[in-house]
């Protein structure tokens, strides 16, 4: 199991846009999928964006496409969300989280797990 660390969270009014930082050490970057998901409060963890390990294949979940991108850079270790349009229903503790081989949508099948970052966007 690796380590992550989340940063790029923040307040922002409904329309703007935030970036999402994902630091990765202790694993082999390259050969882990990587998945973006987001909790708001009384809800349950919700899968947000995933990438593969080849950073061919992204996957999002419906009321995020066409807002928000998710990015790899081999080099830093790094997974980015650029989030977009941003609207109060977005507001949530984002997590990036790791898993080996095909990406999926199911959190408990991912092996590690970042701290969270909060984002609240305000109407």
């Known amino acids: 199991q690796g380590q992550l660390v989340e940063s790029g969270g923040g307040l922002v009014e409904a329309g703007g846009s935030l970036r999402l930082s994902c630091a990765t050490s202790g694993l082999t970057f390259n050969r882990y999928g990587m998945g973006w998901f987001r909790q708001a409060p009384g809800k349950e963890r919700e899968f947000v964006a995933a990438i593969h390990w080849t950073g061919d294949n992204l996957y999002y979940t419906d009321s995020v496409k066409g807002r928000f991108t998710i990015s790899k850079d081999n080099a830093k270790n790094t997974v980015y969300l650029q989030m977009n349009s941003l609207k109060p229903e977005d507001t949530a503790v984002y997590y990036c989280?790791?898993?080996?081989?095909?990406?999926?949508?199911?959190?408990?099948?991912?092996?590690?797990w970042g701290q969270g970052t909060q984002v609240t966007v305000s109407s």
């Open positions: 989280a790791a898993k080996r081989g095909i990406v999926v949508v199911s959190a408990t099948l991912y092996d590690s």
